[in-house]
């Protein structure tokens, strides 16, 4: 018997989002550094998503740096009502795959200011932290965050790669109604951040979903994909899905091509023995 999932999510209590969205790291260069090869495949990519039902898009001003905020204006400005955009402050970038922890209020004001004029906003709906700053202490931007708030700078916040005991901190300040950890069938050192976000209505958004690398773990996908016809990246999202009715997935491309067959995932309903099967990838994480 097929199981059946919620197809929606509403976040912070008002956003009702559709729990397939799209991730726009992908649509910048290689190294997530400077413009993509086909700027106007990107664009294409963007206005497609939206046709497509996704009213999720999330990015961040590291992601190029700059490009994908841009061109997300580029392709979509004026947006939607029920679209919702959601960008990240906390990285500096000196180049392809380099990535420099600043999670300090100087950097973070930088950043959310440059969003709000990358994106063309007067605010922003969900503004994640990218990562907690080893160099600066969590409250300090847990403190700069609230202020933005406040000033109606961003409506709600949500953390990156975060423990439970990080997001209890984080509460004392803001309420947290999204964490964005790694996560995937084949990987699933966060369990205990997903079984917290479940119980108190977070959003939990994985990034790298579709995992990787596990040899036995892709033969049990594609085997489970042969019956329904799907590719192993598609069987892989749907069970992220079936998983957890918090999930809201982000899975990225440059490709339209790919993009719909992502967006299919939404029609692929998965067994109990399907799910058991697929229980057993986790690789003893």
Known sequence: MA????????LGGEYTINRLGYGAMRITGQGIWGPPKDKDECIRVLKRAVELGVNFI????????????????????PYPANLLIAT???????????WTIDASPAHLQQALEGSLKRLKQDHIDLYQLHRIDPNVPAEKSFEFLQKAQQEGKIKHIGLSEVSVADIKKAQEFFEVVSVQNMYSVDNRKWEEELTYTREHNIAFIPWYPLGGGNVQGEQILQRVADKYEATIQQIALSWLLHHSSNILLIPGTSSVEHLE???KTANISLTENDLTELEALNGGQ
Not at 68 to 74: F, N, P, R
Not at 88 to 98: A, D, E, I, M, T
């Open 3 to 10: 199981n059946t999932f919620e197809k929606t999510f509403t």
């Open 58 to 77: 999330d990015t961040a001003d590291s992601y190029g740096p700059n490009v994908s905020e841009e061109l997300i204006a580029e392709a979509l400005a």
């Open 88 to 98: 990240k402050g906390g990285f500096l970038r000196s180049g392809p795959n380099v």
């Open 261 to 263: 067959e992502n967006m």
